[in-house]
């Protein structure tokens, strides 16, 4: 399998599989409170475990497959290299953080208290809050790249920095539609990006 495949299967399957788990699986509401969650994340913990390891796994599929465009535009040297360079840098911390939350929602699938599970999800959720504002830069600076680039098609570009930039709206404001909107365009930029990517000749 060649590495333009692997990559594109990577941000193909891992939006499929982390949608999977996020909206089928998984049963806590990301706008209750941290106890809420918790709560309903104890309640069924098998399921609750399912649903997180393909959520945050399906999202790693996709920070890998974008940690490897973005290497490889950031070691091509072309006009976007500077921001693909930054892109790069930025997504191994989100893979940090990603893995993080993981083991703490893992935790509270296990924790032996009320509290303690409240715990472990507010600490989850305070770095979500900051996973998004990174994660939105991450898609901007990566976006701007491929445009700078014209390594793929400009129509996906344009949805990675409007998903990017609606991200980072979304953290900055009590807005949960922008925040939603950006996920959505999040998800039709990791598909578009993966298809382009296994397409590409160059």
């Given at each position: 399998m060649g590495?333009?495949?692997?990559?594109?299967?990577?941000?193909?399957?891992?939006?499929i599989v982390s949608a999977i788990g996020w909206?089928?699986?998984y049963p806590a509401d990301g706008t209750e409170s941290a106890a809420e969650q918790a709560k309903k994340i104890m309640a069924n913990p098998d399921i609750s475990k399912i649903g997180i390891l393909l959520g945050y796994g399906g999202m790693?599929?996709?920070?890998?497959?974008?940690?490897?465009i973005a290497r490889g535009m950031a070691a091509a040297g072309g006009k976007g290299s500077s921001y693909a360079n930054i892109a790069f840098v930025l997504t191994v911390t989100l893979l940090t953080g990603l893995?993080?939350?993981?083991?703490?929602?893992?935790?509270?699938?296990?924790?032996t208290s009320a509290a303690?599970?409240?715990t472990l999800m507010g600490i989850s959720i305070a770095l979500g809050s900051s996973f998004q504002i990174v994660f939105g830069l991450t898609l901007v600076l990566l976006g701007i790249g491929i445009?700078?680039?014209?390594?793929?098609?400009?129509v996906a570009a344009a949805i990675t920095i409007i998903a990017?930039?609606?991200?980072?709206?979304?953290?900055?404001?009590e807005a949960d539609v922008l925040g939603f909107a950006g996920w959505i365009g999040f998800v039709l930029a990791s598909l578009a990006l993966g298809?382009?990517?296994?397409?590409?000749?160059s």
């Amino acid at each position: 399998m060649g590495s333009k495949t692997q990559t594109g299967l990577l941000l193909m399957l891992g939006t499929i599989v982390s949608a999977i788990g996020w909206i089928g699986l998984y049963p806590a509401d990301g706008t209750e409170s941290a106890a809420e969650q918790a709560k309903k994340i104890m309640a069924n913990p098998d399921i609750s475990k399912i649903g997180i390891l393909l959520g945050y796994g399906g999202m790693a599929a996709v920070f890998i497959g974008l940690f490897n465009i973005a290497r490889g535009m950031a070691a091509a040297g072309g006009k976007g290299s500077s921001y693909a360079n930054i892109a790069f840098v930025l997504t191994v911390t989100l893979l940090t953080g990603l893995m993080i939350s993981a083991g703490l929602e893992l935790g509270t699938t296990e924790a032996t208290s009320a509290a303690a599970g409240a715990t472990l999800m507010g600490i989850s959720i305070a770095l979500g809050s900051s996973f998004q504002i990174v994660f939105g830069l991450t898609l901007v600076l990566l976006g701007i790249g491929i445009v700078l680039d014209k390594n793929l098609h400009i129509v996906a570009a344009a949805i990675t920095i409007i998903a990017g930039g609606l991200l980072l709206i979304g953290s900055c404001v009590e807005a949960d539609v922008l925040g939603f909107a950006g996920w959505i365009g999040f998800v039709l930029a990791s598909l578009a990006l993966g298809v382009l990517t296994i397409r590409s000749k160059s």
